[in-house]
Each structure stands twice: as C-alpha cells, then as structure tokens.
C-alpha cells in the first residue's frame, strides 16, 4: 500500500539521481514565459519542485524571477538549492511545506507552477490556497500527463500492470470540474505535448530500476523484478533494435487565471 511516508522515502532515495533519471521537457518553460512576458519582475513558485530541474530553465527564460521552491521532502529541496546555486542562480528560498498548505501571504505571487507533480496532491484543496497566494490576474500553470497519456507511454504499452497500478493520476474530466467549481479561478488555455523519445533498452532498463517514475515504487520487490523481465521481453518482441526504441510521451499544461 502507498503511504506519505512510503513516497517520502522513494523521493529521498532518489534525490540524488533523480535529475538524471528524468527527461526535462523544455517546449512547455518556453509557452509559460512567453505567457508571463509582460511581466518584467515575476515572483513565482514552484510547488513540488523536488532537484529543481524546472526551477533552473524557469531562472534561464523568465525575466527577474524571485522564485521560492516548495516540497514537503528535504533531500529534494536541498539537492535544489545545491543545484540553482552551482548554476550562478541566489534569487530564491525553499520551504518545506505540503502543496495544500503554501505557507506564504496572499496575493504575494505573479505566478505558481508545478511540474509533473499535481498527481502527489489534493487537487482541490491546492488550487484552493494556490487562488489565494497569487494576485488578481495571476495565473497558476499545472504540467501534468493524463491517464489515458500515461497508459500511452513505453511504460503503460510494454511493462506489466503499470497503467493499472498508477491510480493516482487525473483524466481531463475530473481536472476541468475541479477547476470549474473553484469561483475564483478561470481556465484560460489548456496546451497538448507530444515528444518523440529515442532509447535503449539498456538505458530503459536503467530507469525502471532506478525508480525514475514514483510508479516503480507501488510495486512490491518480487512484482517489480519479474515485471522488469517481462518488459525486456515484450520490447525485444515489438522492436528489432533495442539500441534504437522509438515512442511518444504526452503531457498537458493547464494555465488557470485568478479572477
């Protein structure tokens, strides 16, 4: 069973890899600051922002950015702080805090964003406290994959039981719902991405052992281990070369308006 604390200690073994385990999308950094490029002083959030791999390319295309890096896990806010500094970056503070909380006054932000994380939160009760900390006209940017994306992916294709076990992301339904029944809140744009992926199976391999989605997590020790088999057998079986596997990942970005 999946705890708080069980995804506590996944992202804290992780850490220290994770920025190498995860592909960084940057199509959707280069939509969000053209969104925000009146503004010439952005005060801005990333809300489960883990090794800030997004905080850097935020920092490289946002203009005057004042950032603040929030996560309720310590070893990944310390990894984002070594990170931004070793970059030259010193315009922000972390706090460690859970999603639903944003420790910070109202109206004080331009901006919050999260990236590939939503799916960790209480959706509605983040854009409630989301809708209270940005100014009016702020905008809140949410980047996230679908179920029926992730399902779509090499992972939900080829490697046993993954889309089943991962319950916990949203479908485009329910997150048009919750943005509709928060009043202070309105949908402005909602932005497919596709990205054609190239790999080995080496590497692949590589990724599921190190647990580069938190889904790897869910499974027990002996499920995860014959799943792994399986799914070097199912991609033998579909590519001829495992030097060269060819997919599409897919994500969406939803920017949301305070009214």
Known sequence: MNTPQKT????????TNYRKMRTTD???????????????DVKAADVGCGAGR?????????????????????SMLQE????????????????????NEIPLEKN?????LTFNAIHHFDFVKFLEKSSEVIIEGGKIFIYTRLRSQNSRNIW????????????R???LDEIENWIQSNGNLKLETIKRFKYKRTSTLERLVEKAKGKHYSTFS??????LNESLKTFQENIKMRFPDVRQIEWYDENILFTLRSK
């Open 8 to 15: 506590y200690d996944h992202f804290s073994r992780v850490s």
């Open 218 to 223: 869910l499974y027990e020790n002996n499920a």
């Open 26 to 40: 940057k199509e959707l950094i280069i939509f969000i600051s053209e969104s925000l490029g009146n503004l010439h």
């Open 80 to 99: 984002a702080s070594n990170y931004l500094k070793s970059s030259g970056f010193s315009n922000f503070q972390t706090i460690k805090a859970n999603a």
């Open 108 to 112: 004080s932000l331009d901006c919050i």
């Open 156 to 167: 939900g294709q080829h490697f046993p039981s993954f889309s089943e076990i991962e319950t």
């Open 54 to 74: 997004y905080d850097l390319l935020l920092f490289q295309n946002l203009n005057k950015l004042h950032l603040t890096c929030i996560d309720i896990n310590d």
């Open 169 to 171: 992301l949203y479908e």
